[in-house]
């Protein structure tokens, strides 16, 4: 079964300037939760996805949002990109109970210039 | 605020011994439990997930948590080189949240 498929893998993009992230999870999983990964914070929560819903939210600012389509894949936009969402953005699925485990996509990296 | 706390590192083990990894988390509402690996420039991988308290095993790794210390642990029995990598730990409330992960503990399995 193929894994978490993330695109693109790497982008590099100007202050100012907004970036949509794409995630198709595992064939079946129909949660998609969304996380920023930096050297600084670690990795932290975006928000999760589940049959098209937003389920859960991390303590992001407003730029950060998503959404998920009937297929389970899933978008993620940041509008008005700032130095400091440089970072790899990884999304994880998994079958769709909060408590079941998640299985992470190999990363988009962004660099905001 | 729901927090995890992992020695940073890094920890440096002989290969062929027991490499023990610690984590303590803050609240009481968490109810799964789950170790990830993460090597350098790549993705964080499963490595063992643990929802009830006593120890799981699962082949050179085993598991343990303590719910009424907080404290969940990773051992991981005959190390060997590839075991070096970040160790993530993470946990999960009842289902208004998402996976909180702390810092990782950075693991160097010498040869």
């Known amino acids: 079964k193929a894994g978490v498929t993330q695109t693109p893998r790497y982008l590099i993009k100007t202050r100012g300037q907004q970036v949509t992230l794409s995630c198709s999870p595992i064939?079946?999983?129909?949660?998609v939760s969304w996380y920023q990964q930096t050297p600084g914070q670690g990795l932290q929560f975006l928000f999760e996805?589940?049959?098209?819903?937003?389920?859960n939210k991390g303590n992001f600012p407003g730029r950060f949002s998503g959404r998920q389509f009937s297929n389970s894949r899933s978008e993620m936009n940041v509008s008005t990109l700032e130095l400091g969402d440089s970072a790899l953005y990884l999304c994880?699925?998994?079958?769709?109970?909060?408590?079941?485990?998640?299985?992470f996509g190999p990363g988009t990296r962004l660099l905001v210039l | 605020q729901k927090e995890v706390e992992q020695n940073s590192g890094p920890l440096s083990v002989p290969e062929g011994a027991i490499a023990s990894l610690n984590c303590t988390y803050s609240?009481?509402?968490?109810?799964?439990f789950f170790w990830y690996r993460q090597y350098s420039g790549k993705s964080p991988e499963l490595i063992m997930s643990?929802?009830?308290?006593g120890d799981k095993e699962d082949g050179r790794f085993t598991a343990q948590l303590n719910k009424a210390s907080q404290y969940v642990s990773l051992l991981i029995r005959d190390s060997q080189p590839s075991d070096s990598a970040t160790y993530l730990c993470?946990?999960?409330?009842?289902?208004?949240?998402?996976?909180?992960f702390g810092k990782g503990t950075h693991l160097i399995i010498q040869p």
């Open positions: 609240d009481r509402v968490s109810q799964s």
């Open positions: 064939s079946g999983h129909r949660s």
């Open positions: 993470a946990r999960r409330g009842g289902g208004a949240d998402g996976l909180t």
């Open positions: 643990i929802y009830s308290n």
């Open positions: 994880a699925s998994s079958l769709g109970s909060v408590q079941e485990t998640q299985y």
């Open positions: 996805y589940f049959s098209e819903t937003q389920r």
